[in-house]
């Protein structure tokens, strides 16, 4: 738990510059509950990239059971590296995430791409993931 302020920090960063940040008001309080939640639940997986005592990335995923097929599945919820980090915190944090899932049992991993950084797309598809969907959200 000493790293939920920091992570809240990140997360703050993080939705600022996403396309979330024109559609959901961020609340700190349920970040952190949520950060609780995973970091306490066997369905929950949290990573971070620690340099020198600053956490410079982090990694949120959660098992699910697939709606679908019922088999154990994995979901990123929320990835972020400070900019100077991404080219080697990024990979690792993911690897460490599809390692766990995997551990954990389950037998896929779904990801997001954000709008405008190809970047991301490149690295799932270099590491076998395959575009299944693009996700949209609207205001209502």
């Known amino acids: 738990f000493d790293d939920i302020p920091a992570l809240l920090d990140m997360g703050m960063r993080f939705h600022e510059g996403s396309g979330y940040s024109r559609l959901i008001t961020p609340s700190k309080a349920k970040v952190a509950d949520t950060l609780k939640f995973l970091i ?4 929950g997986m949290v990573f971070v990239d620690d340099r020198d005592g600053k956490i410079v990335g982090a990694i949120l995923g959660m098992l699910v059971t697939h709606f ?4 154990i599945a994995a979901a ?3 990835w972020w590296v400070d900019e100077e980090y991404r080219g080697l915190s990024g ?3 993911l690897q460490a995430l599809e390692d766990e899932a995997r551990a954990k049992g389950a037998g896929t991993i779904s990801a997001v791409e954000p709008p405008g ?3 991301v797309g490149m690295l799932y598809r270099r590491r076998g993931y395959e575009l299944t969907e693009k996700s949209y959200m609207k205001a209502l």
Do not use: I, Q, T, Y
Request: overall charge negative.
């Open 68 to 71: 679908v097929s019922g088999a």
């Open 91 to 93: 990979p690792r944090l």
């Open 117 to 119: 950084n190809p970047v």
């Open 76 to 78: 990123e919820l929320s």
């Open 40 to 43: 306490e639940s066997d369905m």
